[in-house]
Each structure stands twice: as C-alpha cells, then as structure tokens.
C-alpha cells in the first residue's frame, strides 16, 4: 500500500457527461501528479500540483481540468468525456515538487465511456 | 524521439532464474535520474528502484538491481531469483532537471513480464 488513495475504483459513463476523479496524496507529501494510462498512448503525463499551486502540465486535454486544496487532496475533473478518454487514470504523489525522488502511486481509476 | 526505450515488449523466465529488462534513455543533461515501476494486473504502480546519474554505484533493492551504464546510456533492471509474483508489466522512467521548477518522469512503453514454474 502506497498511502495514496484514489476513488472511485472503477467508473463507467456515457459519452457527452463529465467526472470526477479524487486523490488523495500521502500523509505529508505537497506534490500531486495526475497520469493517464491507455493502451495506444501509454502512461502520459497530465499535470502536476504543488501546496494547492498548479506546478507543471503535461499532455492534458482543454476538457480536462485539476486543482488541489487546503487539504492537499486534488480532484481531475473530465467533461464532455468522448470513447478515448477511456483508461486508467493515476494520481501520484512526491514530498516536494523540484526532487529527483521516486513518486508513489495511487490504485488508479478505471473510467470506461461508453 | 522517444526519450525511454524499451525495447522488449515481452520476456519469459523460468522460476528462480535471473532476468534483464533493457532501457535506453536519451538525455542531454548531466542531472537525472532513472526509476523502475512495476504494475501488475491488478494494476497498481509500484516503485522498484531509482538511480541518480551521478551515482557511482548501481543502485540495489533487494533482487532488484540496475545496471547503469552511463555512456551508453542504458538503465537495466536485473530481477535475481525470479519469482512467480514478478510476472507484470516493468517501466522505466526518467526525470530530468526541472521545467518550471518540476521533475516531470517521462515513461517507456514498458516489457511484460511472465515468470513461468
């Protein structure tokens, strides 16, 4: 168990809606990343936030949106969600966000659209 | 250009037998380092093992090692004693100096992993 937790486990959804996707990062830890992991693309990295900052960002989609409060838990949210936001999405947190240190995993979210 | 290559999309070995997953990186900072993540079927993310480019040594975990060869800019991971829990899919990543302030990882495709008895 890495200490970052994630819910839901699974989500199944219709094309067209919009969800959100919860973290929440070790006990500590000020950095929260957010990963998409689809078979044709691989992991991609979709954005980073640091102490409620938005920190770095990746190949994140206009529909997709992020943000991490007071309490440093973080929320993805995805809109007007099409058949290939269909994957597993990741959140991941570190101790800081300039580090070269490991980043520990969370169990993952599997969104299905359908 | 892919920044992490793995080459090897799928490997066996026999149970108790040592295995090799190959990663080639292509960076042109002195600063980074270099991790491996396993992920099961169940689907998790686990950390395996880091190296800093300017670490003299390989890094160890347990059975897990990595081979880094530097000049050529390779990071293996060696798995001793391969057991049949190894089975799973095996990434590389790398995170160099920081964008705006942050080390973003950039991942391999990865190498699936099946450990026979």
């Known amino acids: 168990d890495s200490g970052v937790t994630q819910t839901p486990k699974h989500l199944i959804t219709a094309t067209g809606q919009r969800v959100t996707l919860r973290c929440s990062p070790r006990?500590?830890?000020?950095?929260v990343y957010w990963y998409q992991q689809s078979l044709d693309q691989g992991l991609q990295f979709l954005i980073q936030y640091y102490n409620g900052e938005e920190r770095a960002k990746g190949n994140i989609l206009e529909r997709f949106s992020a943000q991490q409060f007071p309490d440093l838990h973080s929320e993805l949210n995805l809109s007007s969600l099409e058949l290939g936001d269909s994957a597993l999405y990741f959140c991941a947190s570190s101790p800081s966000s300039g580090s070269i240190y490991e980043q520990y995993f969370g169990p993952g979210t599997r969104l299905t659209v359908t | 250009a892919q920044k992490i290559t793995q080459t090897q999309p799928g490997m066996f070995v026999q149970e108790k037998e040592a295995v090799t997953l190959d990663c080639t990186y292509d960076t042109s900072d002195q600063s980074y380092g270099l991790f491996w993540y396993k992920q099961p079927s169940s689907g998790e993310m686990i950390f395996l093992i880091y190296?800093?480019?300017?670490?003299?040594q390989n890094a160890t975990e347990g059975r897990y090692s990595l081979n880094f060869q530097k000049a050529r800019k390779s990071a293996n991971l060696v798995i001793s004693a391969s057991q049949l829990g190894d089975s799973a899919m095996y990434f590389c990543a790398m995170r160099e100096p920081p964008s705006g302030g942050s080390y973003i990882p950039t991942f391999g495709r990865g190498t699936s992993l099946i450990v026979h008895p």
């Open positions: 190296q800093g480019s300017y670490d003299e």
């Open positions: 006990s500590g830890d000020l950095s």
